[in-house]
T-cell receptor, first 113, second 116 residues
Framework: DAGVTQSPTHLIKTRGQQVTLRCSPKSGHDTVSWYQQALGQGPQFIFQYYEEEERQRGNFPDRFSGHQFPNYSSELNVNALLLGDSALYLC????????????FGPGTRLLVL | AQKVTQAQTEISVVEKEDVTLDCVYETRDTTYYLFWYKQPPSGELVFLIRRNSFDEQNEISGRYSWNFQKSTSSFNFTITASQVVDSAVYFCALSEANQAGTALIFGKGTTLSVSS
């Protein structure tokens, strides 16, 4: 039973560029959430997707956008990258039973130079 | 507002010592869930436990135990007879039931170092 997978594992970009991160949920899960974890901090909620719609959003600017596909996989897009966007980006999947446990992928480490 | 506080930034113990990681939360809701996750150096968050606000029973799983006290808004995690493999960052998290979604609010984490 495959867990949550994310790609790529590492990424280096320069300021002003755009980046797309990808996530495949755990088998049987239909909800995907994205988190940003800066060095030495706890993960911060970016947004959550269910039925291909953004259901909930954290305190992140519009430069952060996402998408969920019919197979439940998801993408996180960040435009106009800033140095402060350097972080570990974590994807989590869950079932849409209210407050089912979220299971996390290994993350994508993004470095913005 | 929702908030999770893990006051202990770093804890160092010697193998076989018992260690307790503290977690204090704030929420206006009566229905909520609390979680603990472990983050080893590889970076992946590993789920340890979920507790709902109506279940204050303590739980034990092997060397791990959790103490949930609504009166003090605390959800503490104890590792008995710690091992080197327990070295990791541990996060406590909160999720409220009345939100449109199920966002997790994390504390800043406690780094546990277990030496042999």
């Amino acid at each position: 039973d495959a867990g949550v997978t994310q790609s790529p594992t590492h990424l280096i970009k320069t300021r002003g560029q755009q980046v797309t991160l990808r996530c495949s949920p755990k088998s049987g899960h239909d909800t995907v959430s994205w988190y940003q974890q800066a060095l030495g901090q706890g993960p911060q909620f970016i947004f959550q997707y269910y039925e291909e719609e953004e259901r909930q959003r954290g305190n992140f600017p519009d430069r952060f956008s996402g998408h969920q596909f019919p197979n439940y996989s998801s993408e996180l897009n960040v435009n106009a990258l800033l140095l402060g966007d350097s972080a570990l980006y974590l994807c989590a999947s869950s079932l849409d039973e209210r407050l089912e446990t979220q299971y996390f992928g290994p993350g994508t480490r993004l470095l913005v130079l | 507002a929702q908030k999770v506080t893990q006051a202990q930034t770093e804890i160092s113990v010697v193998e076989k010592e018992d260690v307790t990681l503290d977690c204090v939360y704030e929420t206006r809701d009566t229905t909520y869930y609390l979680f603990w996750y472990k983050q080893p150096p590889s970076g992946e968050l590993v789920f340890l436990i979920r507790r709902n606000s109506f279940d204050e029973q303590n739980e034990i799983s092997g060397r791990y135990s959790w103490n949930f006290q609504k009166s003090t808004s605390s959800f503490n995690f104890t590792i008995t007879a710690s091992q080197v493999v327990d070295s990791a960052v541990y996060f406590c998290a909160l999720s409220e039931a009345n939100q449109a979604g199920t966002a997790l609010i994390f504390g800043k984490g406690t780094t546990l170092s277990v030496s042999s």
